[in-house]
């Protein structure tokens, strides 16, 4: 067991009674180190106890870390996952829009167009709408009727598919002049 003795401001000095430390010396100990820090002397060694000095870590220490690794991969497993949704589902809206343009190639490929709807599908995954309709171009509320040398058609083709539990879909729509047949023209 170690004692204190203040013997003035700046000097403390220290009598051990361990064996390592002869009971006669007295060692001089400057006014840096304060009598609480001094509580931590090596009764063998005659040294001080360097408690910044440790040979691991402690358990909260580890606790802590393991925590902070377990939250950071837990987002970094989500943000994967979430990119890896967004590639699939950007996938299937490209193929949509390509399988929407060789539709309406398709349609504006035709000679003719007829008011309506029509379905079918591109695989078992894709469906396809078509829906064609007449625009007007001149008021229907005249009392004379005007024939004009074009019709005029808006066409719209919708992909329709079903990833999971709700169907998407993919539009492309475009306006279309055609010619008016001879036969229209004469009735």
Not at 113 to 137: A, M, P, Q, S, Y
């Amino acid at each position: 067991m170690s004692k204190f003795k203040v013997q003035s401001s700046n000097e403390i000095y220290m009598r051990g009674s361990s064996p390592s430390i002869d009971e006669n010396a007295i060692r001089l100990v400057t006014p840096l180190y304060s009598p609480l820090k001094l509580r931590g002397l090596r009764s063998r060694e005659g040294g001080l106890n360097d408690r910044n000095k440790r040979n691991g870590f402690t358990l909260i220490e580890v606790v802590v870390a393991v925590a902070i690794l377990g939250i950071a991969l837990t987002i970094i497993i989500q943000l994967f996952a979430g990119g890896l949704r967004l590639a699939r589902a950007s996938k299937e809206y490209t193929k949509a829009i390509n399988y929407a343009n060789a539709k309406m190639e398709e349609i504006n490929s035709q000679q003719t167009l007829e008011e309506g709807i029509t379905e079918g599908e591109f695989d078992e995954t894709f469906h396809w709408r078509v829906t064609t309709n007449k625009v007007n171009l001149l008021p229907v509320d005249k009392p004379w009727e005007v024939k004009t040398p074009i019709q005029l058609f808006q066409v719209k083709v919708d992909v329709l598919w079903k990833p999971g539990s709700k169907e998407r879909s993919a539009s492309v729509e475009t306006y279309r002049a055609l010619k008016v047949q001879d036969e229209e023209k004469k009735s």
